[in-house]
């Protein structure tokens, strides 16, 4: 139905303050609205310790370049439960910032750089930074900006940057503290190396794909007897830094050949065979080759047999000089010529496809190269031990909760951190090296050297991984190392929202950072998103071009639509799809609210000065009038309040945000807006029509203003519109009123269900009409075969059944009995509904069109059925299409039902 467009001016002349404009424009009016918020500080915090606080910190965006869909979603969840807070009462802080985001921003400038012909490393670390710093203010100042645009409701005087001078000390602090405990060292370790970024990467910065390749087999000569032995390699360049052979202790196989050694083919090296438990006898030949400088598993076989380390393969991924013949090649050009020489030789045995997983680095996707290299490690399994426990004892709530598994997994199996990154954005290590050989390591640069006075001390040149001073985010945003009253009041913070595909980078470190240096948890429950995808269920990619970017979204149909459909559809911890038909069902919604209120406002009566203003709703001294649909829209109002607040609680935001929906379009607008038009504007006067009319538009006030409280959080933009342009408001914004609780009085359990009845029989009657497509106009008789209650309850409510349902009569009798031609509805066990055709349809014209219809449905189902008979289809088809027809013919099949139902009625 629509509730604006029928709707009529009463009582004379309106104060054009007080009117809405006819179409909605979310451009201009959420520009105002948060121009608004902003200059009345309803986001500021106040800090006032005797106020409850309710605290999330931003997982802080890179500084990268602009928001996705992603963050979209994340953002809108974080806004949804601070405006809800907010307007309980809370003393809520939304603490927004950005990321200074290391190699990520690094690789973004360097190739911005080289675009305009710049080598950074001919820069110059200074002159880089200065770069990179300017970058940092452009395009925080935009996310900020983006940020605003979704509605977010931070507390901006409270903006914080991972690199500005507070969070900086609270990284120095802990890097030294943790140093001095001997949980932070330095030492010689396989790590993992991006060629490209020229870094150190920690094992969560890469990404495992599985790709097809090969594993080649190749023999290795004995030196003793000239006979051979066989290993398998899917990296064959990485043979020319063995340095032994490895078989099973147990492998009867190879028993005699322990301690001897082989020829390593090509650099004709002479390497031991050696016994150790890692080896499978069941994979290959059972023999495999060890290169302790560039495999990790390889690494420790060489650590317990202490085998020499050589070097094969360098930070750029060429060959070293240690590779001989080869040196200067790239690896997989390498890989190429070792395979051809060996074949030349005649030592290659065979070479099979295989597809196994390998480490690409995160940023830039290239192929990680494992290499010994000397770093800074995080000593892991005494931090991991106190966060295991406190999600074990219930600290730290997980939502959904199986995450709590991913979590507990990770932290079990957990190896050292490598935190040191050879780039030049970020946090410098604050560790200085002199010339005596004396490391220090101090909060602040040392002016000479403890051990020998010298003043000639270098820093280290390596950053720290992003990830760290991330991990500290939670305190050092409120002011750590400093005991500041916002860290005093803000924390422990109470959520934290953030993607379930970063519980490892940062959830986790959060939780061991938070635990060491606060000793409490950094949050008391994590709620996690999951991915937006796209219509498809793809990810979004630029390399697939099916990214969705949301400032677009929002320039073309309002933040408040695209909050609403991200928020709908989405569960904690599932990815969900990004269809642009939900926006458009989101904007549609969007529009509803608008024309809805918009009629609400336009007929509350005269709004002169000196003009008495509807009376104010008391839901605790409830008026001796209210009638049957009063009480039903009432007790609605309150379960969906009561339903919704449940739903917040357990975090199903999606849920509750369906609900408020279900309210808004169903019961509020198609329902009760078109019954209160009835009391609007009856003809008459009297104190009895007064009093009636009165009485609606007090309860459309009350329930209108309600409705735009609950829809606040999910759609903040358009409820303060709305709701500003309300009477009887006793605060200053919507932004910071009071959140609806249930009331006692409004439950009517006996009305509810009574107009559940009628509800069911006027959508009867209209299914009947849609029937023999009868025009919204043409009046007709209706019968409806039911005693007792319900037809109390019917005849009361008769002349809303006409008016609904556009009925000339209505007979409602217990006894009634079907007239021969009449189509029949029936309601529950007891209820029948007729409606008598004679006169009212051409009986020939209507069978004509019926088997005309018919024939065309039959053949719709024949061509489905062909489709899905074939096998051609059903191998080729993707599983969605299937899908997709196989409910079509469903569709179809009960489309027929019905018709040939109607012609046996009409026969």
């Given amino acids: 139905m629509d509730t604006a467009s029928d ?147 931070c507390d901006w005087s409270r903006e914080r940057f991972t690199m500005d001078e507070g969070c900086s000390r609270a990284v120095r602090k802990v890097f030294v503290d943790l140093y001095r405990q001997g949980l932070i060292y330095r030492g010689d370790y396989m790590i993992n190396w991006c060629s490209r970024c020229s870094t150190a990467l920690s094992d969560i910065e890469v990404e495992h794909e599985n790709e097809a390749s090969t594993i080649t087999h190749i023999r290795y000569p004995l030196a003793e007897n000239g006979q051979e032995i066989t290993v398998a390699t899917t990296r064959p360049e990485s043979m020319l830094g063995d340095t032994a052979v490895a078989v099973h202790p147990d492998d009867e196989r190879y028993r005699d050949l322990v301690g001897k050694t082989v020829i390593l083919p090509l650099l004709n090296r002479e390497i031991p065979i050696v016994a150790d438990d890692y080896v499978d006898p069941e994979f290959g030949s059972g023999a495999v080759k060890v290169t302790p400088g560039h495999d990790p598993n390889d690494f420790a076989i060489g650590r317990r047999h202490d085998l020499e380390v050589i070097k094969v393969i360098g930070e750029d991924a060429r060959m070293t000089s240690a590779a001989g013949p080869y040196e200067g090649l790239d690896r997989f050009e390498c890989r190429r010529q070792v395979v051809e020489d060996l074949k030349a030789l005649g030592l290659i045995e065979k070479i099979e496809d295989y597809e196994h997983s390998i480490g690409h680095c995160q940023r830039c996707d290239t192929v990680v190269e494992p290499l010994i290299s000397r770093q800074w490690f995080v000593k892991m399994q005494p931090l991991a031990r106190p966060a295991l426990a406190a999600v074990e004892e ?64 270098a820093q280290d040149p390596d950053v720290l991984d992003t990830w760290f001073s991330s991990a500290l985010w939670p305190f050092s945003t409120l002011g750590w190392p400093d005991k500041t009253p916002d860290l005093e009041h803000f924390y422990p913070t109470s959520v934290l929202v953030t993607g379930y595909d970063i519980i490892f980078f940062w959830v986790a470190r959060m939780m061991f950072m938070g635990l060491a240096f606060m000793k409490e948890v950094p949050f008391r429950t994590v709620y996690l998103t999951g991915l937006v995808r796209d219509a498809l269920g793809r990810k979004m990619s630029k390399s697939l071009g099916n990214g969705v970017d949301p400032l677009e979204v929002i320039d073309n149909y309002g933040a408040d639509t695209l909050r609403f459909t991200l928020i709908t559809g989405q569960a904690p911890g599932n990815d969900q799809r990004f269809r642009q038909e939900s926006v458009e069902a989101g904007r549609n919604f969007a529009n509803k609210i608008w024309n809805a209120s918009r009629f609400v406002i336009m007929n509350l009566g005269e709004q002169k000065e000196g003009a008495g203003q509807p009376a104010q709703f008391d839901p605790d001294q409830l008026p001796q009038n209210l009638n049957r649909a009063d009480r039903w829209i009432l007790h609605r109002f309150n379960e969906t309040v009561k339903k919704a607040n449940e739903l917040f609680e357990e975090y199903e935001l999606g849920e509750a945000a369906r609900l408020v929906y279900e309210y808004l379009w169903n019961d509020f607008c198609d329902w009760y807006l078109e019954i209160s038009k009835f009391h609007l504007y009856r003809e008459g006067v009297g104190a009895d029509v007064e009093e009636d009319r009165s009485r609606t538009r007090s309860i459309l006030v009350y329930l209108l203003d309600g409705v735009m409280r609950i829809l606040h959080p999910f759609m903040p933009f358009i409820s303060e519109e709305i709701w500003q342009q309300l009477p009887n408001r006793r605060e200053k914004a919507l932004v910071i009123a009071t959140w609806p609780e249930p009331a006692k009085k409004l439950v009517f359990p006996r009305e509810a269900e009574e107009m559940e009845l009628f509800q069911e029989v006027v959508r ?10 009868l025009a919204p106009d043409q009046k007709v008789p209706v019968i409806v075969r039911v005693g007792g209650n319900p037809a109390a309850c019917l005849e009361e409510e008769a002349h809303q059944l006409k008016r609904l349902a556009s009925v000339e009569t209505i007979t409602i009798d217990p006894a009634a009995e079907k007239p021969e031609q009449a189509l029949t509805a029936i309601i529950g066990e007891d209820i029948e509904v007729y409606l008598p055709l004679e006169g009212v349809i051409d009986f020939e014209a209507e069978r004509s069109r019926l088997q005309k219809e018919l024939s065309q449905v039959e053949a719709e189902i024949k061509r489905t059925e062909g489709k899905l008979n074939s096998e051609g289809f059903l191998k080729k088809a993707p599983a969605e299409v299937v899908a997709r027809e196989k409910s079509r013919r469903e569709e179809q099949e009960a489309k027929l039902k019905k018709l040939k139902q109607r012609l046996q009625e009409l026969s």
């Fill in 7 to 153: 709707c009529h001016i009463i009582w004379g002349d309106m104060m054009t303050e007080n009117m809405l404009p006819p179409v909605y424009d979310p451009d201009a009016v959420e520009i105002e609205r948060y121009k608004f918020w902003l200059e009345g500080e309803f986001f500021r915090a106040s800090g006032e310790p005797d106020q409850t606080p309710f605290t999330i910190v931003i997982p802080p965006p890179n500084v990268t370049g602009s928001l996705h869909m992603g963050h979209a979603l994340n953002n809108t969840v974080q806004d949804v439960l601070i405006r809800r807070r907010r307007m309980q009462g809370y003393d809520t802080l939304w603490l927004p910032g950005c990321d200074h985001a290391g190699i990520a921003t690094q690789n973004v400038v360097e190739k911005h750089l080289a675009e305009e012909g710049v080598d950074s490393r001919e820069l110059g670390r200074e002159k880089f930074l200065e770069r990179v710093w300017a970058w940092k203010d452009t395009y925080h100042e935009r996310i900020t900006k983006q940020l605003q645009r979704l509605g977010c409701s």
């Fill in 394 to 457: 219930g600290r730290t709530d997980f939502v959904p909760p199986r995450f709590a598994r991913v979590y507990n997994d990770w932290l079990e199996n957990i190896r050292d951190w490598c935190i040191s990154r050879q780039i030049w954005w970020g946090h410098r290590i604050p560790a200085w090296y002199c010339k005596c050989g004396e490391l220090i390591v101090d909060y602040e640069e040392p002016e000479h050297c403890p051990s020998c006075n010298s003043s000639e001390l």
């Fill in 764 to 773: 009867a009657i209209r299914n009947l009409r849609s029937q023999v497509k």
